[in-house]
Nanobody
């Protein structure tokens, strides 16, 4: 089992910035993919960004490309970050960290076996 804990959410004005963190623990794997998804009220959970085990490969949804940056530290198994700049009211959602014990990437909910509890991000206009 892998446990994920997110932190860093909050309330911010439009055009502001936030940085989310996700710490993994438990039976983690060297070759993995970590990702961020988000879910706004009344909407499906949607892909935001992912990163492979060594940080060499990243992928973003069109809606956040150029504004958000996903990264991870040198301890490849354990943590991932999401730097969010130029935030918009439509970025308001619960943000979830996800973990897949595979280096294959992935942009759909079903491809990730482990999930955090989520952290609320609210962007005011």
């Amino acid at each position: 089992q892998v446990q994920l804990v997110e932190s860093g959410g909050g309330l911010v004005q439009a055009e502001g910035s936030l940085r989310l963190s996700c710490a993994a623990s438990g039976r983690t794997f060297i070759s993995n993919t970590m990702a961020w998804f988000r879910q706004a009220p009344g909407k499906d959970r949607e892909f935001v960004a992912n990163i492979n085990w060594n940080g060499a490969n990243t992928y973003y949804s069109d809606s956040v490309k150029g504004r958000f940056t996903i990264s991870r530290d040198s301890n490849a198994e354990k943590s991932v970050y999401l730097q969010m700049n130029s935030l918009k009211p439509e970025d308001t959602a619960v943000y979830y960290c996800a973990y897949r014990p595979s280096p294959a990437g992935g942009t759909t909910v079903n491809e990730y076996a482990y999930w955090g509890q989520g952290t609320q991000v609210t962007v005011s206009s």
